[in-house]
């Protein structure tokens, strides 16, 4: 099956139970270590929360909890508020527990890749999560596990 050139999808193993992971992903002072500052979050539905992004300016994106489903799923809404065209993708988190640990599934879904900004975008996220945040989630999961 080919994947959709337009959504990001990745996993990773991670030798935690889901209900670390899941406070890796969920509790706004693990965020900061493997992410960035968030104001407001909560993982329930409906909770609208702001991710501070530190560049120069400094950037904001708008989030809305979508799902949020504890140790299964956390699925949200991403706008970068300073963007001269904001688009509007869905990140989805699911946590899927597997031998000793929980396997991490990222799915980033929204992007036009008919346009070249936002496939710039959706090409910068996937090298992204792949290099540096999920694994960054990870040792900040085991961190907490440890």
Known sequence: MERDPAIVELDR????????VWRALT???????????????RPEEGTTFILEIPSDPPG??????????????????YTDLRAARPARWIVDW???PEGKGTRVVLTMSGFDVDDRQQ??????????????????LADAALALDG
Not at 31 to 41: I, K, P, T
Not at 124 to 131: F, T
């Open 13 to 20: 193993f991670v030798p935690c139970a889901p209900a670390v």
């Open 27 to 41: 509790e706004p002072e693990v965020v900061e270590q493997w992410l960035v500052r968030s104001v407001g979050l």
């Open 60 to 77: 904001e994106v708008s989030c809305e909890v979508t799902a949020a489903v504890a140790g299964e799923r956390f699925t949200h809404s």
């Open 94 to 96: 699911r946590l899927v």
């Open 119 to 136: 496939l710039f975008a959706r090409n910068a996220a996937e090298r992204g999560y792949r290099n540096t945040l999920i694994p960054k």
